[in-house]
């Protein structure tokens, strides 16, 4: 089945900082990612919707110059959250749709855990 | 805002025993899914059920439609431990595959 991997699995930062997340999907070509943000016990929560070689979509109330995300190649997409706030915490996953063909699900990536002190 | 509701919130079952679980939604769909998700990990995809599908069967997974009043329900028979994790229904309106995930229900399967 298709594979998506996100990297890194967790990360500490101070405030202030910026973090780069990577999602990829590893045995397929995705021309359309999604990036999610999930709290504790939460549900997910569609931040924006990234497209190969153009700009992202956002979701209402998501800040683009803050959530910024570029999906470079078919089987990247990043999302870089810019000075970082511990308001930013949470467990951020990406889903890629699947090739052309397959069925309507999405392949979701195993998340990342960001920590903002 | 979230489009589906999920009840119940969190449930709590002996190993054999049914799990049901309801999701409701508020607007028309293209089709509805259900996702799992173990705790703190990604989600993997359980089933699809399309708008024209009444209901839907997989392995011990059963799935039922009800377009006019816009719910779902997914029932776990002969649930066992390793069932435990959070359940989500996520819908798809059509526009371009984007999900509106429920609110989710946290399953427990004690031994």
């Known amino acids: 089945g298709a594979v998506v991997s996100q990297h890194p699995s967790r990360v500490i930062c101070k405030s202030g900082t910026s973090v780069k997340i990577e999602c990829r999907s590893l045995?397929?070509?995705?021309?359309?990612m999604f990036w999610y943000r999930q709290f504790p016990k939460q549900s997910l929560m569609l931040m924006a919707t990234s497209n190969e070689g153009s700009k992202a979509t956002y979701e209402q109330g998501v800040e683009k110059d803050k959530f910024l995300i570029n999906h470079a190649s078919l089987t990247l997409s990043t999302l870089t959250v810019t000075s970082a706030h511990p308001e930013d915490s949470s467990f951020y996953i990406c889903?890629?749709?699947?090739?052309?063909?397959?069925?309507?699900?999405?392949?979701f990536g195993p998340g990342t855990r960001l920590t903002v002190t | 805002s979230q489009q589906g509701e999920e009840d119940p919130q969190a449930l709590s079952i002996q190993e054999g025993e049914n799990a049901t679980m309801n999701c409701s939604y508020k607007?028309?769909?293209?089709?509805l899914q259900w996702y799992r998700q173990n705790s703190g990990r990604g989600l993997v995809h359980l089933i699809l059920i399309r708008s024209n599908e009444r209901e839907k069967h997989s392995g011990r997974l059963r799935v039922t439609l009800d377009t006019s009043k816009k719910s779902s329900s997914l029932l776990i028979t002969a649930s066992r431990a390793a069932d435990t994790a959070s359940y989500f229904c996520a819908t798809d309106t059509g526009g371009g595959n984007k999900l509106t995930f429920g609110t989710g229900t946290q399953l427990k399967v004690e031994l």
């Open positions: 889903s890629a749709d699947p090739p052309t063909g397959t069925p309507y699900e999405q392949y």
């Open positions: 607007t028309s769909i293209n089709n």
């Open positions: 045995d397929f070509q995705a021309t359309t």
